[in-house]
């Protein structure tokens, strides 16, 4: 199977834009996660849908918002982007609850 | 909580020596943790993972041991080789809820 897969892999914006970052799971899996990860705070959770349902949400702002398509695909957006948003963003799937999770290889976005 | 790494602890170890790297969780209601290894630029990877109702698991060249008095995991790498040089989280999960991830170490095999 292929693993899952996330595009763009590299993304610099200005300040004030937005983005869209796109995940795509393993075949099969219905629950799809997102992460941001900085040096400085390491690994963070932001959501997870299942379903196309939001099940979990993580401690960000209402900037960052999440969408999943009935074939399991996931988009992340981040709206009036601020420099402190520079990191790398992190899609991860997984068949159902307390299945293993298998991560993509990251989106790394750069703010200026 | 979430995970708060500011800090990333380092282990340093010979080439062919084992490594055993820790992980304090924090929910005593989790039954389900991963281990995961992250190389510079890339993904965690899937190392090996293990639930509540054991306390040990083996793997190739790995073992995770579990704790659950002390809310302790540890990951053990046998004959530890370079291509094991990488970042390793440990991932603590409730059923219904997120993965919460430790803060990480990095583990580097010196020649």
């Known amino acids: 199977k292929a693993g899952v897969t996330q595009t763009p892999r590299y993304l610099i914006k200005t300040r004030g834009q937005q983005v869209t970052l796109s995940c795509s799971p393993i075949?099969?899996?219905?629950?799809v996660s997102w992460y941001q990860q900085t040096p400085g705070q390491g690994l963070q959770f932001l959501f997870e849908?299942?379903?196309?349902?939001?099940?979990n949400k993580g401690n960000f702002p209402g900037r960052f918002s999440g969408r999943q398509f009935s074939n399991s695909r996931s988009e992340m957006n981040v709206s009036t982007l601020e420099l402190g948003d520079s990191a790398l963003y992190l899609c991860?799937?997984?068949?159902?609850?307390?299945?293993?999770?298998?991560f993509g290889p990251g989106t790394r976005l750069l703010v200026l | 909580g979430e995970s708060v790494g500011l800090h990333l602890p380092t282990l340093s170890v010979q080439e062919g020596d084992n490594s055993i790297i820790n992980c304090a969780y924090s929910?005593?209601?989790?039954?389900?943790f991963i281990w995961y290894k992250q190389e510079s630029g890339k993904g965690p990877q899937f190392i090996i993972d293990?639930?509540?109702?054991?306390d040990k698991r083996q793997g190739q060249r790995v073992t995770v041991l579990l704790n659950k008095t002390v809310k302790h995991l540890s990951l053990q790498i046998a004959a530890t080789q370079p291509g094991d040089s990488a970042v390793y989280f440990c991932?603590?999960?409730?059923?219904?809820?997120?993965?919460?991830f430790g803060p990480g170490t990095r583990l580097s095999v010196l020649p």
């Open positions: 849908y299942f379903s196309e349902t939001q099940r």
């Open positions: 929910n005593s209601a989790s039954d389900y």
């Open positions: 293990i639930r509540s109702n054991m």
């Open positions: 991932a603590e999960n409730v059923y219904g809820q997120n993965f919460v």
């Open positions: 075949s099969g899996h219905r629950s």
């Open positions: 991860a799937s997984r068949p159902g609850p307390q299945e293993t999770q298998y």
